[in-house]
């Protein structure tokens, strides 16, 4: 058999010049950062970056690239068309199923007065400050009107375990009824560990309740960052996990740590601190600026380089530690690469575009409103009820139909916000309309002075950067992230 | 099968197959005088008028497949099983026949060709009698997946229900003009991966096939990349080796690439897949082709009977575990370059 009859490939590539599919661009130091609407991403250097848009680039591996990641296309474009559809489909998953978190606030009393709660927490009147069962009911009503076969229960306060026999109510109702309905539900119980006592520990072990709690770092930090009487917290927390893995397994407890002026500095140690209570994960958190937060301008300590400075050097010690055997992830850097790196929907509320407000999340307030997120209910507590749904009396219809919710919807999609439609780093964003309302009076907000803006940009620079440049230990272990 | 022809009772036999001569008339067809030492139990033959007895199915072996059809619809530069343009209208009724006299016990069964799917409803008549007959059998079909462009063929495949089937199909690029060039024919890519993406819409399982040559080779990651994103649901993904038969025998000077030379590449195509949770192999390599960074990736995938080792592998410390060479390959200096692995080598290697 002679091979004679096979045609040169050159009879098989476009006659046709290319044309370009939507995309957005960063420029850097050396190279142009392209990014389009599914979060595929190209480096390209400054002149390929000008013949590209002058539809002048000559075929070869940029070309090819940027073809095959659907940047340009030079054939019949049904096809990559069909396939970026396919993406966005699957990039959007999270908006199937509407909303899968439910938040209830079981009370806003606490045992802590730590300066930075986002909740302005109360320490007294028992009375005034739990949700009632009656509440607690109509409530569950509302979970089971959002249509998702598999959500999320979680217990926020003030500090839930202080009005347990509510909370052990509410997740036996709501067992019953996901058994009737054939849905599956996860409870989350978010608390400080210190008023943990066997029959809360006995019931979170024969429910599956998954601990949600707080560790700032070292003693002296912990302690000085989360004060109660007594200033034992950090005491409490160390005795309680142990009690807590125990009981219901080392993986079924995760912690979160918070971001002061006082952590500044000290982030090696505060890593350090969660590897020696063998936690796999550290959520580096900033302040949020709502509650006490807000009252004591906690909120305004340090800025968004200040932030990233701190994040930075954590991450890089992370790394470091990755590098010397020991397995210990970021959570925020999973949640951004996870968004860069993998074709998937990431369910993370606190990013998402559009804003989760009603879609992705339900808050339940100890009083019977319902908010549109946790930090809608946390400028309640400062008094501004912008971002009150309704209360869980009215009909769940009416409320997660009405104009407002819809004008959240369509202020918060990032493709139509000013500074951010063109921004090369949208497809990993999210934006929060209630941070924008808090912070700079409007829903909508200006990216320029953003604080938010200036922190996520910082990042995603950060990640491209090392993704671009990065050796290949870190870029391994990013992708190993990303796909956990 | 009858060991013995005489007189017996020949009821309930189709024909007789014999190695010494035999009685001149009997109430079955006879051929006589051939061989038939290589034959076992529960084998299924064909024989034809002139008296040629072909082995169609081997009891004994896991890797049976049912030809199709010879024709295809692509022109593959590196087609082990060159195309030949054939009368193929009474295959459905043979190949269902086979299946029917098939072992119900049989683990796995091929479907290949040629280019399946060219059988049009009559593949899906094949398989439709596959999950009747031998319901406890994987089947892996081999197609160039362009006929599923059509979503209506994707879900009558689908509407078969067959309970354990696979699609393989090729993909040689991420750029459409480097796939259509490799099977010679224009707008092929689209096709299958539109192909790919409906066979995945309505649940049916797909594999994806790489074979590594020239053309290939230099852009797996970016190839890797690309399946990732655009076909993150192929229930397995193979990156193989060439089998130098047939058309990439012929045209080997233009598709010989060493593993050498795209080691590197491969290394990171596999990672990031299965980095990225999915399941990857390498067919078709021997291990010291391969970083041992990848030899847990390495398949047996040789069929028995074309697997074959040459002297040189004699010392070979790994061989049981080696995925071995074609037999033919071995006529091709090039292609079986060999490096035997000894405790030795492997330290020298480390350090």
Same mark, same amino acid.
């Given at each position: 058999?002679?091979p004679?009859?096979?045609?040169?490939?050159?009879?098989?590539?476009?006659a046709?010049?290319?044309?370009l599919?939507?995309f957005?661009?960063?420029?850097?130091d050396?190279?142009?950062?392209?990014?389009?609407?599914?979060?595929?991403?190209?480096?390209?250097?400054?002149?390929?970056?000008?013949?590209l848009?002058?539809?002048?680039?000559?075929?070869?591996?940029?070309?090819?690239?940027?073809?095959?990641k659907?940047?340009?296309s030079?054939?019949?474009?049904?096809?990559?068309?069909?396939?970026?559809?396919?993406?966005?489909?699957t990039?959007?998953?999270?908006?199937?199923?509407?909303t899968?978190?439910?938040?209830?606030v079981?009370?806003?009393?606490?045992?802590?007065?730590?300066?930075?709660?986002?909740?302005?927490?109360?320490?007294?009147?028992r009375n005034r400050?739990?949700?009632?069962?009656?509440t607690a009911n109509?409530a569950i009503?509302?979970?089971?009107?959002?249509?998702?076969?598999?959500?999320?229960?979680e217990?926020?306060?003030?500090?839930?375990?202080?009005n347990w026999p509510?909370?052990?109510h509410?997740?036996?109702?709501?067992?019953?009824?996901a058994?009737?309905?054939?849905?599956?539900?996860?409870?989350?119980?978010?608390?400080?560990l210190?008023?943990?006592?066997?029959?809360?520990?006995?019931?979170?072990?024969?429910?599956?309740?998954?601990?949600?709690t707080s560790?700032?770092?070292?003693?002296?930090?912990h302690?000085?960052?989360?004060p109660?009487?007594?200033?034992?917290?950090?005491?409490r927390?160390?005795?309680?996990?142990s009690r807590?893995?125990?009981?219901?397994?080392h993986?079924?407890?995760s912690?979160?740590?918070?971001?002061?002026?006082?952590?500044?500095?000290?982030?090696?140690?505060?890593?350090?601190?969660?590897?020696?209570?063998?936690?796999?994960?550290?959520?580096?958190?900033?302040?949020?600026?709502?509650?006490?937060?807000?009252?004591?301008?906690?909120?305004?300590s340090?800025?968004a380089?200040?932030?990233?400075?701190?994040?930075r050097?954590?991450?890089?010690?992370?790394?470091?530690?990755?590098?010397?055997?020991?397995?210990f992830?970021e959570a925020?850097?999973?949640i951004?690469?996870?968004?860069?790196?993998?074709?998937?929907s990431?369910g993370?509320?606190?990013l998402q575009?559009?804003?989760?407000?009603?879609?992705?999340?339900?808050v /339940?307030?100890?009083?019977g409103?319902?908010?549109?997120?946790?930090?809608?209910?946390?400028?309640?507590?400062?008094?501004?009820?912008?971002?009150?749904?309704?209360?869980?009396?009215?009909?769940?219809?009416d409320?997660?139909?009405?104009?407002?919710?819809?004008?959240?919807a369509?202020?918060?999609?990032?493709?139509?916000?000013?500074?951010?439609s063109?921004?090369?780093y949208?497809p990993?964003c999210?934006?929060d309309?209630?941070?924008?309302?808090?912070?700079?009076?409007?829903?909508?907000?200006?990216?320029p002075?953003?604080?938010f803006?200036?922190?996520?940009?910082?990042?995603f620079?950060?990640?491209?950067?090392?993704?671009?440049n990065?050796?290949?230990?870190?870029?391994?272990?990013?992708?190993?992230?990303a796909?956990? | 099968?009858?060991?013995?022809?005489?007189?017996?009772?020949?009821s309930?036999?189709?024909?007789?197959?014999?190695?010494?001569?035999?009685?001149?008339?009997?109430?079955?067809?006879l051929?006589?005088g051939?061989?038939?030492?290589?034959?076992?139990?529960?084998?299924?033959?064909h024989?034809?008028?002139?008296?040629?007895?072909?082995?169609?199915?081997?009891?004994?072996s896991?890797?049976?497949?049912?030809?199709?059809t010879?024709?295809?619809?692509?022109?593959?530069?590196?087609?082990?099983?060159p195309?030949r343009?054939?009368?193929?209208?009474?295959?459905?009724?043979?190949?269902?026949?086979?299946v029917?006299?098939?072992?119900?016990?049989t683990?796995?069964?091929?479907?290949?060709?040629?280019?399946?799917?060219?059988l049009?409803?009559?593949?899906?008549e094949?398989?439709?009698?596959?999950?009747?007959?031998?319901?406890?059998?994987?089947?892996?079909?081999?197609?160039?997946?362009?006929?599923?462009?059509?979503?209506?063929?994707?879900r009558k495949?689908?509407?078969v229900?067959?309970?354990d089937l696979?699609?393989?199909?090729?993909?040689?690029?991420?750029?459409?003009?480097?796939?259509?060039?490799?099977?010679?024919?224009?707008?092929a890519?689209d096709?299958?991966?539109?192909g790919?993406?409906?066979?995945?819409?309505?649940?049916?399982?797909v594999e994806?096939?790489?074979?590594?040559q020239?053309?290939?080779?230099p852009?797996?990651?970016?190839?890797?990349?690309?399946? /990732?994103?655009?076909?993150?649901?192929?229930?397995?993904?193979?990156?193989?080796?060439l089998?130098i038969?047939?058309?990439?025998?012929?045209?080997?000077?233009?598709?010989?690439?060493?593993p050498?030379d795209?080691r590197?590449?491969?290394?990171?195509?596999v990672?990031?897949?299965?980095?990225?949770?999915?399941?990857?192999?390498?067919y078709?390599h021997?291990?010291?082709?391969l970083?041992?960074?990848?030899?847990?990736?390495?398949?047996q995938?040789?069929?028995?009977?074309?697997n074959?080792?040459?002297?040189?592998?004699?010392?070979?410390?790994?061989r049981?575990?080696c995925?071995?060479?074609?037999?033919?390959?071995?006529?091709?200096?090039?292609?079986?370059?060999?490096?035997?692995?000894?405790?030795?080598?492997?330290?020298?290697?480390a350090?």
């Amino acid at each position: 058999m002679k091979p004679a009859f096979f045609r040169p490939l050159e009879l098989f590539e476009s006659a046709t010049s290319y044309r370009l599919l939507p995309f957005r661009f960063h420029r850097q130091d050396d190279c142009v950062l392209l990014t389009n609407e599914v979060g595929e991403f190209e480096f390209v250097d400054n002149a390929e970056f000008s013949s590209l848009v002058a539809r002048k680039l000559e075929r070869g591996d940029t070309y090819n690239s940027l073809k095959a990641k659907h940047f340009l296309s030079d054939g019949d474009v049904r096809v990559p068309l069909e396939l970026l559809a396919t993406k966005v489909r699957t990039k959007r998953e999270f908006l199937s199923g509407f909303t899968r978190l439910h938040i209830f606030v079981v009370s806003l009393r606490c045992d802590h007065t730590c300066p930075y709660c986002q909740v302005s927490r109360v320490t007294q009147d028992r009375n005034r400050f739990d949700m009632s069962v009656d509440t607690a009911n109509k409530a569950i009503d509302w979970v089971f009107s959002s249509p998702a076969p598999e959500m999320k229960v979680e217990f926020q306060g003030g500090e839930p375990t202080l009005n347990w026999p509510l909370v052990e109510h509410i997740v036996v109702a709501v067992e019953a009824r996901a058994a009737l309905e054939t849905r599956h539900i996860d409870f989350v119980l978010a608390t400080n560990l210190s008023a943990l006592d066997d029959r809360v520990l006995a019931f979170c072990r024969e429910h599956r309740i998954h601990l949600s709690t707080s560790l700032d770092g070292p003693m002296d930090l912990h302690n000085a960052n989360r004060p109660r009487p007594g200033r034992d917290s950090y005491e409490r927390f160390k005795t309680n996990l142990s009690r807590a893995r125990a009981e219901l397994g080392h993986d079924q407890v995760s912690a979160l740590m918070t971001t002061t002026p006082a952590s500044l500095g000290r982030v090696k140690e505060i890593i350090d601190e969660y590897v020696s209570l063998s936690f796999d994960s550290i959520f580096l958190r900033p302040i949020s600026p709502y509650g006490f937060a807000k009252r004591t301008g906690l909120d305004h300590s340090y800025g968004a380089q200040t932030f990233l400075a701190f994040y930075r050097e954590g991450l890089e010690y992370i790394i470091e530690l990755n590098r010397r055997g020991v397995p210990f992830i970021e959570a925020y850097a999973q949640i951004i690469l996870r968004k860069i790196l993998t074709p998937f929907s990431v369910g993370y509320v606190d990013l998402q575009n559009p804003a989760a407000l009603g879609t992705g999340v339900v808050v /339940y307030n100890y009083d019977g409103d319902v908010y549109a997120s946790d930090e809608a209910r946390m400028l309640a507590e400062m008094g501004d009820k912008s971002f009150r749904l309704g209360g869980v009396s009215d009909r769940y219809e009416d409320v997660m139909s009405s104009p407002r919710l819809q004008r959240w919807a369509e202020s918060s999609c990032l493709e139509a916000m000013p500074g951010c439609s063109e921004c090369a780093y949208l497809p990993y964003c999210g934006s929060d309309p209630v941070q924008n309302w808090a912070t700079q009076g409007d829903t909508v907000g200006h990216r320029p002075t953003s604080e938010f803006c200036a922190r996520q940009t910082g990042l995603f620079e950060y990640f491209f950067d090392v993704l671009r440049n990065g050796d290949e230990f870190t870029r391994k272990l990013f992708l190993a992230w990303a796909s956990m | 099968m009858a060991a013995l022809v005489g007189t017996e009772d020949l009821s309930g036999y189709l024909a007789v197959i014999s190695e010494e001569g035999g009685p001149r008339s009997l109430s079955v067809p006879l051929v006589h005088g051939v061989s038939i030492a290589h034959l076992d139990d529960r084998d299924i033959v064909h024989i034809n008028r002139r008296g040629y007895v072909r082995t169609v199915i081997r009891n004994q072996s896991v890797s049976n497949s049912l030809f199709a059809t010879d024709r295809c619809n692509s022109l593959c530069l590196m087609c082990s099983q060159p195309p030949r343009e054939t009368d193929d209208r009474a295959k459905v009724a043979e190949l269902t026949r086979i299946v029917g006299l098939m072992d119900p016990a049989t683990k796995e069964l091929g479907i290949t060709g040629g280019e399946p799917t060219l059988l049009g409803e009559g593949l899906l008549e094949i398989i439709a009698t596959c999950k009747a007959r031998l319901p406890n059998t994987a089947l892996h079909i081999l197609s160039n997946g362009r006929r599923f462009w059509y979503s209506s063929y994707a879900r009558k495949l689908a509407a078969v229900e067959h309970p354990d089937l696979m699609v393989g199909i090729p993909v040689y690029s991420d750029i459409d003009s480097l796939h259509d060039y490799v099977v010679q024919a224009k707008g092929a890519f689209d096709e299958t991966i539109i192909g790919l993406q409906n066979l995945a819409r309505f649940d049916v399982p797909v594999e994806i096939r790489v074979v590594i040559q020239r053309h290939t080779a230099p852009r797996l990651p970016e190839l890797a990349e690309f399946i /990732y994103r655009n076909l993150t649901f192929a229930s397995h993904v193979a990156f193989m080796g060439l089998e130098i038969t047939g058309f990439a025998k012929a045209n080997l000077d233009q598709l010989w690439i060493p593993p050498e030379d795209y080691r590197v590449g491969l290394e990171a195509a596999v990672t990031r897949l299965a980095t990225a949770g999915l399941n990857v192999s390498i067919y078709n390599h021997p291990l010291c082709s391969l970083p041992e960074s990848l030899w847990s990736f390495s398949r047996q995938s040789i069929s028995d009977w074309k697997n074959e080792f040459p002297p040189e592998c004699e010392p070979c410390e790994v061989r049981p575990s080696c995925g071995g060479f074609f037999a033919w390959n071995l006529n091709h200096p090039q292609a079986c370059k060999v490096r035997p692995v000894t405790t030795e080598s492997l330290r020298s290697t480390a350090s």
